[in-house]
């Protein structure tokens, strides 16, 4: 089936959502791929945003990835890079020449020419480099020195910076005549003789500026310079809580060397807020969805394995309890409610006290009112759901004793749960390690092995 | 203790992290409230940007975010109540006057005017309105007509529309001689003689053209306006897509009505993405943390009343094989070990899908392929848990026979957890319900129920 550009057009009018992107459209350029209709493809991709490119990208097999490259050869947009999946675009990057990557790369900002790098292997990364010009190298080398997940690695060069005694007159000429200005920029930056930001003026304030107005009268000086170092979720931080469309990156002795804008900051938040959910889930990286099948199984494997190993623990706690088991079966039977109840309601508080961690609304100044808070709430909902489950579980088996140690065992364990999904995380964080990762584990663990023992120990004591 | 600026300076310096707000910092603010010291409090908060105070009241309890109300009367900034979180607001709202509230809606954009009377019960935003200035009332009690997490909701309708045979110059002129423009903008906005946008001309765009140059020529035609009754996530989708900086908002005549900024999104990406996380961990309210232990008991709840039904579920299952369980106690202590890791498998599963359907990387397009790959993964991961269990569970009670059906109901469970955690998802979004709020419950359900009756029911039939 070959699709022309009215076709197409025609398939996203019938499709009222926002999402460029659709089945039939990825059917389509499938369709052009097997028959190696180049013509085809150029036809449909003519109407797409690179962003939605790079999603149709994202879509296909690998073979497919790589059969578009090798189809479209050098007609192709450097900015579809950028827009990539890390696990497809090592797909994509497979297909090109080290030219053609290099050449792509020079067309970038920074920013995005260090991200296209880092998805390379050491030896592939050498001849790529090797074919950048010289001061893009410098630039984009520079860049990949920074360590991951810094603001210098998402930082761009590429901005504008005047001295204070500069009118706005003069900033608006020099914009209107220079060539080589960044792509988009929301700030103009003012700097001392030693290149240190001490003020920044937003566009529309230059714009509402008289020309022979000083850009030190416009400039506002409370800046907020982002060392090179920073991580990623500290800049985020800044940005999201001063409300910044962009801010100057400064080196260690305090000089303008970049700029980071709204919308990598955008990528950073929902990165870090996705990071925490897969973390928590025992997914190790968030791209998941695009790898291949092996590297996923590998991923997945050794959380599933510490999970194992405290499944076993548990086993552990149940099998001191056999002889017990053995007399009165039914314990067999409601044992894993209580475990469970109490792995669902830790878990509920876990997930509140790892967000707010991230978001800086959990801190010391409030960590001990959250845990108490957290007891009450574990109390309650122990309580009526003790009274619940005793009802339940004294009528099922005609057994009132057998109901209240359940109620009992219960309530311990939602109160465990609740103190132990406020604790986990800030005991981790105060030793500085990231709650999301290993939070999870301890929890079950805990709330399991208490569930099993309270529930078993109490039925052995109280009714043997 | 009484605490003055310079002091709190010196605390803050000494704390060499990005964050303002530090617990020194808080108990210092609560001294003053006690001590019912005005000009101490008012010294603490000069030095503090608006957002940072909104910080600061978070971590009160809420005796003192009243307290702190009352103490500085009306010398209190609007733009500080826009940056609280909902349950926070409340609190400082109830000790705040009618008039006070309507002056503080009065000096904000209609986008924080909007969310500031949408925290008031309807009784009490009345008397709010009835005290707002009847301009601002209208555009305020519009924007509330609108539905929640709609873009009418998030948009400001303060902008700058211009007709297409404007200069440049004309522009700037207007901007430099117009006292009552928004206070951010990024884009002008060119719009027909029936006020519809058909272009936007970013600011550093203007800044770089010339005076004479007219906006049509300018302007960037490829806009994305965006429906008054767009869902902010669709929204929030379109930004991240095409890296806007601000896009503009249009009624059922696709007439400019208002703007909404790449800040207000910023906070709509991460309040998405953790609303996945907290739904999938039953947490019903993202703004939990600050909430009074009732109602935070009473949102837990639901969630846990429905684990305990389907955890009872899996107790009728147990039960069907009490005979098998008296014969061979070993059972009882292995079972959970075979229902938690299709739970963890399963979750990991799920936690992909949910989040790639968020992000539109999981669509109708490459369903089939992923359920495929997590078929692959289930099974591999299966094979390689069934072996190590089969050798443990084997070896601890000398039994192989034993080993080996706990290796099976461990295959059979993990491909079925592998499959639930895609499918489920999916199927959800395919019937319209939010994947996130009741995906786990099914989930665990079919693992542990399936897990349960594949170990068990192995046993019986094959150990007996």
Redesign the interface.
């Known amino acids: 089936m070959l699709t022309d550009a009215s076709e197409h057009n025609e398939l996203s009018a019938s499709n009222d ?3 460029a ?3 039939e459209l ?2 389509a350029v499938e369709a052009a791929i097997d028959e190696a209709d180049r013509n085809a493809l150029e036809g449909i991709l003519d109407e797409l ?1 690179n ?2 490119i790079a ?1 149709v990208i ?2 296909l ?1 690998s073979d497919d990835r790589r059969q578009f490259v090798i189809l479209l050869e050098d007609s192709f947009d450097a900015e579809i890079l950028i827009e990539l ?1 890390e696990a497809v675009l090592e797909d994509v990057l497979s297909a090109m020449s080290p030219l053609a990557i290099a050449n792509a790369i020079a067309d970038m900002d920074t920013d995005d020419g260090v991200y296209v790098l880092g998805v390379l292997d050491e030896d592939h990364r050498d001849g790529v480099l090797r074919a950048v010009p010289a001061p893009d190298r410098a630039a984009v080398v520079e860049g990949l020195a920074f360590p991951e997940d810094s603001a210098g690695r998402l930082m761009q060069r590429e901005l504008i910076a005047v001295p204070a005694y500069w009118t706005v007159g003069q900033v ?1 000429d020099y ?2 005549e220079t060539e080589d ?1 960044p792509n ?3 700030e103009i930056f003012v700097v001392d003789p030693r290149h240190r930001p001490i003020g920044q003026v ?3 304030r ?5 020309r022979p107005v000083l850009m030190r009268e416009v400039m506002e000086e ?1 800046i907020n310079p982002i060392p090179v170092d ?1 991580d990623q979720e ?1 800049a985020a ?7 910044m ?1 962009s801010a100057p990156v400064v080196d260690t002795d305090g000089r303008l060397v970049g700029v980071i804008t ?2 990598d ?3 950073v ?2 990165e870090e ?2 990071e ?3 973390r ?4 190790s990286d ?1 791209s ?3 790898q291949p ?2 590297r ?2 590998r991923n ?2 050794s ?3 510490i ?2 190993f405290t ?2 623990l ?2 552990f706690v ?2 001191q309890f ?1 002889a017990t ?2 007399e009165i ?9 209580v ?3 109490g792995g ?2 830790g ?2 508080t ?4 790892v ?2 961690l991230a ?8 960590a001990f ?2 845990v108490q ?1 957290e007891f ?2 574990g109390a ?2 122990g309580g ?2 003790a009274v ?2 005793g009802l ?1 579980a004294g009528f099922w088996f005609s057994n009132p004793a057998l109901g209240g140690v359940i109620a009992v065992a219960m309530v311990i364990n939602m109160l465990v749960a609740g103190l132990s999904g406020a604790l986990i995380p800030l005991g981790l964080a105060r030793v500085g390690a990231d709650p999301a990762v290993s939070a999870t584990v301890f929890l ?1 663990t805990i709330t ?1 092995v208490i569930g099993f023992f309270a529930f078993l120990g109490l039925a052995a004591w109280l009714l043997l």
């Not at 230059?206 to 008289?210: H, W």
């Not at 931080?237 to 409300?243: A, E, N, R, V």
């Not at 876990?350 to 006290?353: E, F, G, H, S």
Request: charged residues 25%.
């Open positions: 959502d926002v999402y992107v659709d089945k990825v059917r945003h962003a939605d999603d994202e879509f097999t999946d608006i914009c209107r200005l988009d920029f929301y937003a566009l529309n230059a714009l509402r500026s008289k409370e920073m500290e931080y800044l940005f999201q809580q001063y409300d469309a709204f919308d900051i955008a990528d938040i929902e807020t996705e925490d959910l897969m928590l889930s025992g997914v968030e998941d969805l695009f099948v092996m996923t199984t997945r494997f959380w599933l394995l999970n194992l499944a076993i548990a086993s149940i099998a056999d088991i053995e079966v039914a314990l067999a039977i409601l044992m894993p409610i475990a469970s109840m669902n309601a878990t509920q876990l997930t509140v006290a967000r707010a978001t800086r609304e959990l801190t010391e100044a409030n009112r959250v808070k009450l709430v309650l909902n009526f759901f619940l489950i339940v079950t399991d």
